[in-house]
Structure formats: C-alpha cells, structure tokens
C-alpha cells in the first residue's frame, strides 16, 4: 500500500512546497488534476480559487522535485487533441527523467465546459473520444510513423520525436466508474482510479458519494478483472482518492466523527469508516484501514486529495512508515 497526494489548492509557492514535503516524506506519486474550475457541487464553483493548467504545473513540479512519481489526475481528453497530449506527456516524461503516470479522462465538470464553450458531449461519445485518442496517444509514442483513421481524429504518417523515457511508454492511468470506462481500462490503462460515478449528471452528487462504499468499489474491481479476462490484459493497479482526511486523537473520537458524518451520506458508521474516499481515525487505526483496503479490496494506493501540508506531514511521519 502506497499514500500519494494531489496538490492543487493555493498559491503555486504552496504546492511546490506540499510536493517537495510529500517527496521527503516518502510518498509514491504527487497528482495534479486539469479544469478550468474546481467544482464545489452541484454545479456550484469558487471563482476565488486559483486553477492552475495542469501540464504547466506538473512541468514545474518536475523540476522542483526528484524522485517521487508525478501524474495527471486527470487530464482531460476534450481540452485537447490527442497528438498535443502525446506530446505533453513525452515532454513530462523527459523533464521528470521517466517519472510521469500518464493519467487520462473523459471529463466531467459540466459547469466549466459550459463556462468556456466547450462542447459537453453524452458520456457515451465522450468514453469514445477518449478510446481513440489513447490508440492515437499510444501510436504517437510506439511507432516512427503512426497513421490512425477514426470517428473523431484522423493521423496521416505522423511522426513524433522524441518517443517517452519511460519504454515502451509511461503507465496509463485511468480515472472513473461506469462500466464503460472499466471496459476502456481492460484495454488500454496500466493504472485505474475507482472514483464515484460523476460523468453521467456532470456534476458532483451526494448520492453517488454515499453509493461509493467498499462493497461498490470490490465490485467495480471484480467488473474490471472480468474485462481484463476478456482483453487478454494484466489487471491494472487499483488506487482511489480520499477526499475527507481526518486524523482524530481517540477511538472514541473516531467513533464520534464517524456517526456525525455518516449521516450526511446516509450509511452505517462502520461502513463510512471503510468508504474509499474516506480516511478517518487515529493514525492506528488509519494503518489497520489501510492494510484491509489493501488486502480485502486490492487497493495499491490511496491518494490524499488536496490536504493541507500540515496533513501531509502528520500521514508521512505517523502513517506512511507503517505501511511498508
């Protein structure tokens, strides 16, 4: 079991100083997520907060650090062509010295498409961009000339060099729920982030937060290993993103923050404490947590999603080295 962190939230100052502290600690991966906004739910955005562009920012990550993995988390395949990713990556891969996780998604963040005047197609045709554009990715990084004739993009011969550090190209990764982006996953990622179901309403839903147990995560995995059977594929690694980070003091804490937020999402106390985008308790029972999600639900790594530094230092110093 591995702990990563997404870094994004602040001025840039602070995330560099959140990713160096996390490489110090001994942390597998600092993630970056690419929008225009971040989304406060249902629709709802905090246009105070700073975005950054997400290949810009992992570019200066890649410098200000060296050896922690760096990953997109996701970049979004309709912000850009296919060919332009593949070389955003390649540059990534080589500015990290062969550090980059290649993550890639469909999108979801309906508002900000809407904001910039983007086209929000259904996810269905979104999931299909996304299928071509990483055959696209994968022929720019593989072959000398690369030719790819689809629905959405068409190569004729195209070249692409340098080719990635990392051979024969850096990890795939990734990110969603829905059927249709496991079935994308058996074929092409070598990394899955399970996350709650967000591309269908576009938007963030307390109620598909709440569905997102441990139970629906094992199932999501067990759909997954079905597909790879299918593909003829390694199964990939498994890895989610907890959101509420808490680190409480007592059991008896634990217990009180646990049936005060289990509330909110409409589930037993005992199941939120075993939610994937939850970490709650004390840094023991943190570890004992960890280690179940590891053995029972074949998670590989779970990341903090944008934590404070003193949260980052706190799982680094009384968590992470218990984990090994």
């Known amino acids: 079991m591995q702990l990563g962190v997404q870094v994004a939230s602040g001025d840039f100052t602070k995330i560099r100083d959140v990713a160096q502290a996390a490489e110090e600690l001994g942390y597998a991966t600092i993630y970056f997520p690419d929008h225009f906004i971040y989304e406060t739910g249902f ?11 997400a290949a810009t920012a992992l570019a200066a990550l890649a410098m200000a650090t060296t050896r922690v993995r760096i990953g997109s988390h996701v970049l979004c395949n309709h912000f850009r062509h296919p060919a332009l990713t593949a070389k955003i990556f390649t540059t990534l891969d080589h500015a990290s010295g062969g550090r980059l996780i290649a993550g890639m998604g469909a999108g979801w963040t309906r508002a900000e498409f809407e904001m910039m005047g983007i086209d929000f197609p259904a996810v269905g045709t979104r999931l299909a ?20 004739t689809g629905r959405f993009y068409t190569l004729r011969d195209a070249v692409a060099a340098p080719k990635p550090l990392q051979q024969p190209h850096p990890p795939i990764m990734l990110g969603g729920n829905g059927k249709g982006v496991m079935r994308l ?13 967000l591309g ?11 569905r997102f147990t441990a139970t629906a995560f094992r199932e999501r995995a067990a759909f997954l290993a079905a597909e790879c059977r299918t593909t003829g594929r390694p199964v990939p690694r498994l890895y989610a993103t907890a959101f509420v980070v808490t680190i409480t003091d007592s059991p008896a804490a634990t217990r009180a923050a646990a049936e005060n ?24 029972e943190m570890v004992t947590e960890l280690r179940r ?23 680094g110093e009384q968590v992470l080295p218990h984990l090994s």
């Open 261 to 284: 937020m289990a509330g909110m999402f409409g589930v037993a106390p005992e199941a939120l404490l075993q939610m994937p985008s939850v970490l709650l308790g004390t840094p023991e």
């Open 43 to 53: 629709g709802g955005f905090d246009a105070s907060q700073p975005v950054y562009e």
């Open 129 to 148: 961009m996304l299928d071509e554009a990483l055959q696209v990715i994968r022929g720019l990084w593989t072959e000398e000339r690369s030719s790819f």
């Open 185 to 197: 996953a058996a074929r092409h990622a070598d990394i899955v982030n399970i996350a709650q179901d």
């Open 200 to 210: 269908r309403a576009g938007t963030i839903d307390q109620k598909e937060m709440a």
């Open 293 to 315: 999600r590891a053995r029972e639900d074949g998670l590989t790594e779970l990341t903090l999603g944008l934590p404070s530094m003193k949260l980052v230092r706190r799982l």
